[in-house]
C-alpha cells in the first residue's frame, strides 16, 4: 500500500460534535436549573450547545448493549440504523483519502498510528491519501477541494471545527463517498458519521462519579481546557447538570488551556484559598497527573478525580491508590472509518449515525487497561493490540 501524508504539528482543541450526536448545535437548552441556583453553584449559565434531545439520547446509549463483534468495539454499534450503500459499490484496489483535521496532540497521534495500521492490513487498500489541516479551517478546506481532485475512491473527514468545513463537506459530498468521524458536521450528507457515544456521556461519568464519593457541602474544583469547542462544551454541560442536582459546591470553574504547569498552579491557587478541595472534575485528562500532584506538593491527600485513559493517569491511579474514574473518547474509532470505507466501496451496509461504544473505566477494570511498556501519552482504548507493529509503532516495548 502506498500511503502519501503531509503532516505537521498544530495548535487546536481535539473533538468536535455534532447534533444528535456529540456535535454542536446552535441551538440553546435548558438542564432545568434556576439561574439563582446557577450562581449559587457557581456553575455559571448552561452552554448555548447543551441540547436537552440530545443529553437524553446520549446518556441512554450508555446502559444499551451494541451490536457487532464482542471482541472488537471498533466495528460494534449501538442502535444501528443501517443505509443502503449499493450505489457505491466498485472493485478494488481501492484509492482513500483523508483529511485530518490535525495530529496536535496525543489523543490524534495515537489515532492516527491505528489507522494507518488499520490500511495497511487491508491489500485491497492500494493507496492512502493524507493530508492534514494543522488546526486550520481554511486549510482544511482547501485540503478537502485538492482531495477531490486526486481520484478518491472514498474520502474520510475529521473536521477541524464543526460550522466552518460543513459547506466543504457537503460540495464534497456530491462527487465522492464522504466519511465522516470523531467531530462532526452540521449536514446528514456523509454516507457515515462515526463517533463513541459522546461528550456529554463523558462529562456526566465524571460528575457523576463524583457526587457519589464526595460528602454534600464538600467543594468540587472543575478543569476546562478551552471554551467554544462543542465537544468540550457537552462535556461541560452534561457534568453541570449533576453538579446542580447535587448538594456539592461548584467553587471554581477554570480553563487550563491543557497545560500541565497551569493546572498544576491552579489546583495549587485554590488548595491555598479554600484549604481543602474535595473533589476535582476534568473535561479531558490529559493533564489530571499535573492535577494529583499540586495535592501531592501541598502535602494534601488527592481528593476524588477524573482523568482519562491516558496510561500516566492510569499508572498514578494504581500507584498513589486514588479514588479516581476514566471517563474515556476511545482512539479505536480511527478504526472503523477504513472499516466502513471498504464496506461502502463493497456495497456493504452501515450505520447512517455510527455511535461506539464508550467504556468508562474504574476501579475494578483498571488493572485491565493499564499497559505495562507503553509509554505515558498513549491511550489505553486503541483497539491496537492486534494490528501490526504494536507495541512498537505506538512507542512502547
Known sequence: MLLTHRRALGAAAFAVLLPLTACS?????????????????????????????????????????????????????????PVDTSTYRKAGPYHLCFSNA???NPWRQVGWKSMQAEAKSHPEIA????????GKDDKQISDIAE?????????????????????????????????????GA?????????????????????????????????????????????????????????????????????FTDGDAAKTKSIVSNYIQRYGKIDGVWMDAGATAVAAVEAFEDAGRPVPPINGEDQQDFLQKWKDAKLTAVAPTYPTYQWRTPVIAALKILNGESVPKVWNLPQPTITQDSLVTYLKPGMPPLHYALCGCETLPGYPQAWGGK
Open 25 to 81: 448545535s446552535d441551538k440553546i437548552g435548558s438542564d432545568g436549573a434556576s439561574a439563582s441556583t446557577n450562581a449559587l453553584k457557581k456553575t455559571g449559565d448552561q452552554s448555548k450547545f447543551f441540547v436537552q434531545e440530545d443529553y437524553d439520547a446520549q446518556l441512554a446509549m450508555r446502559t444499551k448493549t451494541p451490536t457487532g463483534p464482542a471482541d472488537k468495539p471498533w466495528e460494534q454499534a449501538i442502535d444501528p440504523q
Open 147 to 183: 482531495l477531490q481532485a486526486k481520484g478518491c475512491d472514498a474520502l474520510i473527514v475529521s473536521p477541524n471545527t464543526t460550522a466552518t468545513l460543513t459547506p466543504a463537506v457537503k460540495a464534497a459530498c456530491g462527487k465522492v463517498p464522504v466519511i465522516v468521524f470523531d467531530r
Open 127 to 134: 493507496d492512502l491519501t493524507v493530508l492534514d489541516a494543522e
Open 102 to 104: 490535525a495530529t496536535n
Open 186 to 254: 452540521q449536514t446528514d450528507c456523509p454516507v457515515t458519521f462515526i463517533k463513541p457515544i459522546g461528550g456529554y456521556a463523558f462529562g456526566a461519568a465524571g460528575a457523576e462519579f463524583l457526587t457519589q464519593k464526595v460528602k454534600p457541602g464538600g467543594k468540587v474544583l472543575a478543569l476546562r481546557i478551552l471554551p467554544g469547542v462543542d465537544v468540550l462544551e457537552t462535556r461541560w454541560s452534561a457534568a453541570k447538570v449533576a453538579f446542580d442536582k447535587s448538594k456539592l459546591d461548584v467553587v471554581g470553574v477554570e
